[in-house]
């Protein structure tokens, strides 16, 4: 018999911003079946369920690993029920309405060597305590033989079918009428139903570069040859907006009549804006037009990941009506049910890339023109890649000590501020900011940077990451 807590501790696969990432080839069937035996032995510290809902992205290893999931979940008595391809959003909702636990096997925007295991308890995404409960947990299991054949799982579309109800029982059917729409489907987990929503809402779809090899789309660090498509795209077909979104689908990817891609965090101010929000949560990596826009009674400023602005909803939820949170990913979190057109949209508390499209594209302003009413504060990102996280981590701590040095290499005259949340976060004395961060789902260095234009962000961001070079 083997120990989940020590057949994880070995694994290698460790828990990150959002949920347990690594290598594929150390998600074995045994880890696979370690991690959601474990999940299922602590949601059953407070939950009564007999079923988890288990469903996938494009990656080539992500339905093997759901059938080890299934298998050890088994051992335990707890069926599966298998949404197939679905995104995120869409899994951890209709688990929410079944009041049921769900595992998302995904590693997002990550390239596809490596994986992941998304866990949502019946009523949302897990917390960080919950994460550290499954990794202690010493539940006994049965390995899972590498060589044995892993039983088929059926598929159910309940999950999409209710995902696609959310939004099409929302807005009218002419909706987006007169829209035109490119959607870059990529490898993305829900490319087979973003066209049939956009068009249920009565737009113009055009879909664009679907691929059958898995492509790491990172919503915040978009590449220049995707940067050049969508302005390409723009000029050819005339669009009103590109639709896009990472490879499960939480987090969106969307460019202005111009081809422009907007960054993730002025979606997330624009979407909560049309929605009316009072108070808001958002990771301390965000633009600051939020607190200058006046625009919100109460803005939190967290730790980057998800589970610490799902964290900050219970305390805004005790006085304030409509509370939500997103991330610079884009990635939107409703963490109370609203009122949109009239209809009340049910809270979810995890990242979606939907809501923010229809919020944005179903205003009489373009997208161009909404982003002219927010104060001019422009964020940039990159990250050194293949740069190991203790090395970032010590070359953080070290720039810590000295954030005047910081400041005079990229030629600041003072620092105003120093936050350390998450990261080194350096606000200089002219208002720009420089951010650096370990990344917590892959191997990379990430860098923030903002400033009053796009031009003077993207050179600092230049300076900024020269900078980290030359260390």
Same mark, same amino acid.
Request: proline share 4%; with cysteine.
């Given at each position: 018999?083997?120990?989940?807590? /020590?057949?994880?501790?070995?694994?290698?696969?460790?828990?990150?911003?959002?949920?347990?990432?690594?290598?594929?080839?150390?998600?074995?069937?045994?880890?696979?079946?370690?991690?959601?035996?474990?999940?299922?032995?602590?949601?059953?510290?407070?939950?009564?369920?007999?079923?988890?809902?288990?469903?996938?992205?494009?990656?080539?290893? /992500?339905?093997?690993?759901?059938?080890?999931?299934?298998?050890?979940?088994?051992?335990?008595?707890?069926?599966?029920?298998?949404?197939?391809?679905?995104?995120?959003?869409?899994?951890?909702?209709?688990?929410?309405?079944?009041?049921?636990?769900?595992?998302?096997?995904?590693?997002?925007?990550?390239?596809?060597?490596?994986?992941?295991?998304?866990?949502?308890?019946?009523?949302?995404?897990?917390?960080?305590?919950?994460?550290?409960?499954?990794?202690?947990?010493?539940?006994?299991? *049965?390995?899972?033989?590498?060589?044995?054949?892993?039983?088929?799982?059926?598929?159910?579309?309940?999950?999409? *079918?209710?995902?696609?109800?959310?939004?099409?029982?929302?807005?009218?059917?002419?909706?987006?009428?007169?829209?035109?729409?490119?959607?870059?489907?990529?490898?993305?987990?829900?490319?087979?139903?973003?066209?049939?929503?956009?068009?249920?809402?009565?737009?113009?779809?055009?879909?664009?570069?679907?691929?059958?090899?898995?492509?790491?789309?990172?919503?915040?660090?978009? /590449?220049?040859?995707?940067?050049?498509?969508?302005?390409?795209?723009?000029?050819?077909?005339?669009?009103?907006?590109?639709? /896009?979104?990472?490879?499960?689908?939480?987090?969106?990817?969307?460019?202005?009549?111009?081809?422009?891609?907007?960054?993730?965090?002025?979606?997330?101010?624009?979407?909560?804006?049309?929605?009316?929000?009072?108070?808001?949560?958002?990771?301390?990596?965000?633009?600051?037009?939020?607190?200058?826009?006046?625009?919100?009674?109460?803005?939190?400023?967290?730790?980057?990941?998800?589970?610490?602005?799902?964290?900050?909803?219970?305390?805004?939820?005790?006085?304030?009506?409509?509370?939500?949170?997103?991330?610079?990913?884009?990635?939107?979190?409703?963490?109370?049910?609203?009122?949109?057109?009239?209809?009340?949209?049910?809270?979810?508390?995890?990242?979606?890339?939907?809501?923010?499209?229809?919020?944005?594209?179903?205003?009489?302003?373009?997208?161009?023109?909404?982003?002219? *009413?927010?104060?001019?504060?422009?964020?940039?990102?990159?990250?050194?890649?293949?740069?190991?996280?203790?090395?970032?981590?010590?070359?953080?701590?070290?720039?810590?000590?000295?954030?005047?040095?910081?400041? *005079?290499?990229?030629?600041?005259?003072?620092?105003?501020?120093?936050?350390?949340?998450?990261?080194?976060?350096?606000?200089?004395?002219? #208002?720009?900011?420089?951010?650096?961060?370990?990344? #917590?789902?892959?191997?990379?260095?990430?860098?923030?940077?903002?400033?009053?234009?796009?031009?003077?962000?993207?050179?600092?961001?230049?300076?900024?990451?020269?900078?980290?070079?030359?260390?």
């Amino acid at each position: 018999m083997l120990v989940t807590s /020590s057949v994880i501790k070995n694994s290698g696969v460790q828990f990150g911003t959002s949920g347990a990432r690594g290598l594929v080839v150390d998600f074995t069937p045994s880890v696979c079946a370690a991690f959601a035996i474990a999940f299922a032995k602590v949601a059953q510290q407070n939950f009564s369920f007999s079923t988890i809902a288990i469903a996938i992205d494009n990656r080539p290893s /992500s339905y093997a690993m759901a059938q080890a999931c299934a298998q050890g979940l088994q051992q335990l008595g707890i069926n599966s029920v298998y949404y197939g391809v679905v995104p995120t959003p869409a899994l951890a909702y209709k688990a929410m309405q079944d009041n049921v636990p769900a595992i998302m096997v995904t590693g997002s925007h990550i390239p596809f060597d490596r994986n992941g295991l998304k866990f949502y308890r019946p009523d949302g995404e897990i917390s960080k305590a919950d994460e550290l409960a499954i990794l202690a947990e010493q539940a006994e299991f *049965t390995a899972l033989d590498d060589s044995l054949d892993l039983a088929e799982l059926a598929v159910d579309d309940a999950a999409k *079918t209710a995902y696609i109800e959310r939004y099409t029982s929302l807005y009218p059917a002419d909706a987006l009428a007169g829209k035109s729409i490119g959607i870059y489907e990529h490898s993305s987990a829900g490319r087979d139903i973003y066209r049939q929503i956009f068009e249920a809402l009565g737009a113009q779809v055009t879909s664009l570069e679907r691929s059958n090899e898995f492509v790491a789309i990172d919503t915040e660090a978009v /590449s220049a040859e995707d940067q050049a498509k969508a302005q390409a795209w723009s000029k050819e077909y005339g669009f009103d907006a590109i639709f /896009s979104t990472d490879g499960d689908g939480d987090r969106p990817l969307i460019a202005d009549e111009n081809g422009n891609w907007l960054r993730g965090d002025i979606l997330g101010l624009l979407c909560s804006k049309a929605l009316n929000i009072e108070a808001l949560a958002v990771p301390v990596s965000c633009n600051t037009a939020i607190e200058q826009s006046a625009l919100f009674t109460k803005v939190v400023r967290t730790k980057i990941g998800s589970p610490y602005v799902i964290a900050e909803f219970s305390a805004l939820s005790g006085d304030f009506k409509a509370v939500a949170g997103f991330e610079a990913n884009g990635g939107y979190l409703l963490g109370s049910d609203v009122l949109v057109e009239g209809k009340s949209l049910k809270a979810l508390p995890t990242r979606d890339a939907l809501l923010p499209a229809f919020a944005l594209l179903t205003q009489k302003a373009t997208l161009a023109e909404q982003l002219k *009413t927010l104060p001019p504060r422009f964020t940039v990102s990159d990250r050194l890649k293949d740069f190991a996280t203790e090395k970032s981590k010590a070359l953080i701590a070290e720039l810590t000590t000295q954030p005047e040095k910081v400041a *005079t290499q990229l030629g600041f005259a003072a620092v105003n501020n120093v936050n350390t949340t998450d990261g080194l976060r350096i606000t200089m004395n002219n #208002g720009d900011v420089v951010h650096f961060r370990p990344s #917590g789902n892959a191997p990379e260095l990430r860098c923030y940077v903002e400033s009053a234009s796009n031009q003077a962000a993207q050179q600092l961001l230049t300076k900024a990451l020269g900078f980290l070079l030359e260390l």
